[in-house]
Nanobody, 121 residues
Framework: VQLQASGGGLVQAGGSLRLSCAAS????????IAWFRQAPGKEREWVSC????????EYADSVKGRFTISRRNAKNTVYLQMDSLKSEDTAVYYC???????????????WGQGTLVTVSS
């Protein structure tokens, strides 16, 4: 099981980025997929989750209305569209396969490597 996160980078506050989480060696639609993030000096926190079919989505309050999670099973990929970015969104973002979405209690089963998002103010 491999998850590959990509799409991070440097963006100005108010800008947008789209993160991708691509799966290999397993069908991504068997799992719910979550995004977590870890800012410098802080604990890792849950950001968003999308369940399998039918897909339902969950968001942390801090990103609700600004981030959108989606999945394209044909491409075995989950996306996190991040709009109206703020400096406090700066973090390493990780995707993870989970048994199910449970908000901040979502338990990862498999982790992908992180991708760094830096938002300059």
């Amino acid at each position: 099981v491999q998850l590959q996160a990509s799409g991070g980078g440097l963006v100005q506050a108010g800008g947008s980025l789209r993160l991708s989480c691509a799966a290999s060696r397993f069908a991504l639609d068997y799992y719910a997929i979550a995004w977590f993030r870890q800012a410098p000096g802080k604990e890792r926190e849950w950001v968003s989750c999308i369940s399998g079919s039918p897909a339902s989505t969950e968001y942390a309050d801090s990103v609700k209305g600004r981030f959108t999670i989606s999945r394209r099973n044909a491409k075995n990929t989950v996306y996190l569209q991040m709009d109206s970015l703020k400096s406090e969104d700066t973090a390493v973002y990780y995707c993870a396969a989970t048994a199910g979405c449970a908000g901040s209690n979502t338990v990862p089963v498999y982790w992908g490597q992180g991708t760094l998002v830096t938002v300059s103010s």
